[in-house]
């Protein structure tokens, strides 16, 4: 099944530091949404982008659905333990009341102390 | 909380045998979609019911199949399982249509195939 390109594949960073992760794909979606699933829960939505261009912050975290409506980037900044997890990308399509999500492949992060 | 509850949290089955998962969604929400999530797949939609209807199918086998009831919970069925389907099944729920399609995950069925 198709899966979004998402980068980096994992990040080994130190607390305190920033951290950007990115999403691309071939195909445009109406909305792009960011999730983070820590281990053996289901992914939790961060944020939700609907607009070209649009740039979105919830507390420590910012992102952007792209111009063109194939990317989009995340960005945590100051990093602190908890951010550990897996970070998803996702595209919705929507036509009516039917709805779909594509994920991205996913970027692990691993903060240290 | 999301608000999703699935059941069983885990299930050991023998292949070849039939399953079935469970999933009631948000209070309120008429959508309730189904992912599979594997190491080599990653997330993949399966399938959406809204308000009882089937509305959009994803990769989803023919061995496998999903209803939604009339109180809007929702059954995933699986089939003459395979090794390969051993997996995390993902229950998600939206409030459907003008209302917003965010979609909201359960805690997951893992599924193990011996």
């Known amino acids: 099944g198709q899966q979004l390109n998402q980068s980096p594949q994992s990040m080994f960073i130190q607390e305190g530091e920033d951290v950007s992760m990115n999403c691309t794909s071939s195909?445009?979606?109406?909305?792009w949404l960011w999730y983070k699933q820590d281990p053996g829960e289901g992914p939790v939505l961060l944020i939700a982008?609907?607009?070209?261009?649009e740039l979105t912050s919830n507390g420590r975290l910012t992102a952007q659905f792209g111009i063109t409506r194939k990317d989009s980037f995340l960005n945590i900044s100051a990093s602190i333990p908890s951010d550990v997890g897996i970070y998803f990308c996702?595209?919705?399509?929507?036509?009516?009341?039917?709805?779909?999500?594509?994920f991205g492949t996913g970027t692990r992060l691993q903060v240290t102390l | 909380d999301s608000g999703v509850t699935q059941t069983p949290k885990h299930l050991i089955t023998a292949t070849g045998q039939r399953v079935t998962l469970r999933c009631s969604p948000r209070?309120?929400?008429?959508?309730v979609y189904w992912y599979q999530q594997s190491l080599d797949q990653g997330l993949q939609f399966l399938i959406q019911?809204?308000?009882?209807?089937?509305?959009a199918k994803g990769n989803i086998l023919e061995r496998f199949s999903a209803q939604q009831f009339p109180d809007l919970h929702s059954e995933l069925n699986l089939s003459s399982l395979e090794l390969g389907d051993s997996a995390l099944y993902f229950c998600?729920?939206?409030?459907?249509?003008?209302?917003?399609?965010?979609?909201?995950f359960g805690p997951g069925t893992r599924l193990l195939v011996l």
């Open positions: 998600a729920s939206s409030a459907g249509g003008l209302q917003g399609e965010t979609q909201y």
């Open positions: 195909s445009i979606f109406n909305t």
């Open positions: 982008l609907y607009k070209a261009g």
């Open positions: 996702a595209g919705q399509t929507r036509t009516g009341t039917a709805s779909k999500l594509t």
């Open positions: 209070s309120g929400d008429l959508s």
């Open positions: 019911y809204y308000n009882g209807e089937e509305r």
